[in-house]
Nanobody
Framework: QVQLVESGGGLVQAGGSLRLSCAASVSLNLMGWYRQAPGKQRELVATINSGGTTNYADAMKGRFTISRDNDKNTVYLQMNSLKPEDTAVYYC?????????????WGQGTQVIVSS
């Protein structure tokens, strides 16, 4: 059973930073972060493959940085200059394939609250 365990969420003031981590129980090719704000659909934040190629949602470019440590099977999300609208549950998503279309795993989510 593949497990994804997120950590690093919390309460932060606007303009602050947080670093989320997601540790996988096995090596996975494609890893990423999604988020879901109250009353909204879950949306892509960023993805990264085992080779380090990244993909960001346009709204996340510049403030968020995704990275990974393949030796630790862990993906990170560095979030800077946080805004109240970044408040959401952030989910880790991963797949052993190059795409999420065939098989995907989700973490349980970690809450991020940005106060104004």
């Amino acid at each position: 059973q593949v497990q994804l365990v997120e950590s690093g969420g919390g309460l932060v003031q606007a303009g602050g930073s947080l670093r989320l981590s997601c540790a996988a129980s096995v090596s996975l090719n494609l890893m990423g972060w999604y988020r879901q704000a109250p009353g909204k659909q879950r949306e892509l934040v960023a993805t990264i493959n085992s080779g380090g190629t990244t993909n960001y949602a346009d709204a996340m470019k510049g403030r968020f940085t995704i990275s990974r440590d393949n030796d630790k099977n862990t993906v990170y999300l560095q979030m800077n200059s946080l805004k109240p609208e970044d408040t959401a549950v952030y989910y880790c998503k991963a797949s052993p394939y190059r795409s999420f279309n065939f098989l995907e795993y989700w973490g349980q989510g970690t809450q991020v609250i940005v106060s104004s």
